[in-house]
Each structure stands twice: as structure tokens, then as C-alpha cells.
């Protein structure tokens, strides 16, 4: 606000106050109401108009500020895509894609296709299903060669989420291990959020490498098929389904 806005708001209520007998014309005669009300109204018009012209400075002073910051902003970054290769695994409930990280996850990811490529993974089957008894959210279905020295190639190194920045989370595929480096051709997919199986600085957790794109209600009809009361040893007894859900055919998708 200019000084003279200032002053013209200390002046007007003494203006007001005053009365008429404070007004003096220069002949000495006492002004008329007419002229008094044409004072008050010169003077409440000057400081509309001054209010109105500080406004529009202030306005225009954030508007500047406003595009100086914006300008100063580093621009933004585009959202970065990782290479991987598609994956549909038909089972005996239908299909479902996976998308295999070959970029991050790539030793995993070589391992798991070698798999796909040589058709070890047919007539295989998923028989297992993890709940939380006390109905937590979060689970899996595990499935794969069932270590069939048949089926099951060189165990894999191992390659935690630490490394490869992936997490378990809904879909995401990772490899069964009984320790880090002993992966071969059994994998679980993960219902819900299990980030658990994260590394972090006390475990060296699992070793995820893609997740589900499409499908995925498929899994979850898997994860929620009957389970063997009995069957199972230690911590898998009832976890194990009954009757297994056979993994009929696991192909690349052909490109489109």
C-alpha cells in the first residue's frame, strides 16, 4: 500500500468526526452539507481506488513470484520403464501373464525363462496355499518342478530385493529357496501384500523377479481352492492343495 493511501485512511475518520462547523470556504463561510458530503465522497472514491490499485500490484507481485518459483523447479522426470519379457501360465483354472524383469531381475529372470523355454514347467502344478489363520491380509500360492531331479536345472545365485529394488507386493513373482543361492524351479506369487519377504539388513528374504499383469483373479481362484487338512510337513501341514491345480503349458507370449 502507497504512503499517501496511508494517510488519506488516518485522515478520513478525523474528516468524519470533525462535523460541520470544522469545514471553512475561503470567504470564511461554514460549508454547506452539500459540499461536506462532496468531500467525504471525493475522498472514500480516492481511497477505493487506491485499495483497488494496491490489490492489483500485490496480485501481480505473487503472480511473478509464482513463475520465478515455477521456473526455478527442475523439470520433471519422465517415469522410467524396465524391460520385460511376458510370460502366461495356463493352468487347469485358466490363464494368467506375468511380466519377467529381465532388466532388474536378470539373473533370476534367465533362470525362470530357462525354465519356460526348455517347457520344464508343464505338467508341473501349484500345491500349495498361505493364509494367516487369523485372516490377516496377505498370502501366496507356491507351485513349480516340486525339486523333480527330473525337471530342475544348476541352483540359481541368489538375487535379494535390495539389489533389484523390487518388493513383495500383490502379483509379484519370487523364487522358492530353502537358503539363498538354492533356488532351482519351484517359485510362489504373492496374494496380497507379504513384504516381509523383503530383504533388509537381517535376512537376506527372496528373490522376486516379475509380477502378474493380467490374470489375476486366476491366482487368487488358485490361492482359494481346497486344502489338505493333513498333508504337508512342518509349517506346510494344511497349506497343501487338494487337489493341486495343474500348470498346464508356460510360454512366452508372442509378440504382437
Known amino acids: ?16 468526526l470533525a462535523g460541520a462547523g470544522s469545514f471553512v470556504s475561503p470567504a470564511g463561510a461554514a ?7 462532496a468531500r ?14 494496491a490489490r492489483a500490484e500485490a496480485a501481480e507481485a505473487q503472480r511473478q513470484a509464482a513463475a520465478a518459483e515455477a521456473a526455478a523447479e527442475p ?12 510370460v502366461v501360465v495356463t493352468t487347469s483354472l485358466g490363464a494368467f501373464t506375468l511380466a519377467i524383469e529381465v532388466e532388474r531381475a536378470p539373473v533370476t529372470s534367465a533362470n525362470f525363462l530357462a525354465y519356460v523355454d526348455q517347457k520344464r514347467f508343464d505338467g508341473t502344478a501349484f500345491y500349495r496355499s498361505f493364509k494367516w489363520d487369523d ?5 501366496f500360492i507356491q507351485g513349480g518342478t ?3 531331479p527330473k525337471r530342475i536345472l544348476k541352483p540359481v545365485p541368489h538375487e535379494p530385493t535390495s539389489t533389484t529394488g ?7 513373482i519370487s523364487m522358492a529357496q530353502a537358503a539363498p543361492g538354492t533356488a532351482t524351479g519351484d517359485f510362489f506369487i504373492i496374494v496380497g501384500d507379504m513384504k516381509g519377504f523383503d530383504a533388509d539388513a537381517s535376512q537376506p528374504g527372496f528373490a522376486a523377479f516379475g509380477r502378474v ?16 487338512a493333513t498333508r504337508g510337513d512342518g509349517v506346510m501341514k494344511g497349506q497343501m492343495l487338494e487337489p493341486m491345480i495343474r500348470i498346464l503349458t508356460v510360454r512366452r507370449k508372442p509378440a504382437a
Open 135 to 139: 485372516g490377516t491380509p496377505g498370502g
Open 75 to 86: 523439470p520433471a522426470q519422465p517415469e522410467q520403464h524396465y524391460e520385460t519379457v511376458p
Open 1 to 16: 500500500m502507497t504512503f499517501s493511501t496511508t494517510l488519506r485512511r488516518c485522515a478520513l475518520p478525523l474528516i468524519l
Open 31 to 37: 460549508p454547506s452539507e452539500r459540499e461536506i458530503q
Open 166 to 172: 523390487l518388493s513383495h507386493v500383490n502379483g509379484v
Open 40 to 53: 467525504i465522497d471525493a475522498e472514500l472514491a480516492a481511497q477505493a481506488k487506491a485499495d483497488a490499485e
Open 213 to 228: 499383469i493380467s490374470g489375476m483373479d486366476v491366482v487368487r481362484a488358485i490361492a482359494d481352492s481346497p486344502r489338505s
Open 146 to 148: 516340486q525339486n523333480d
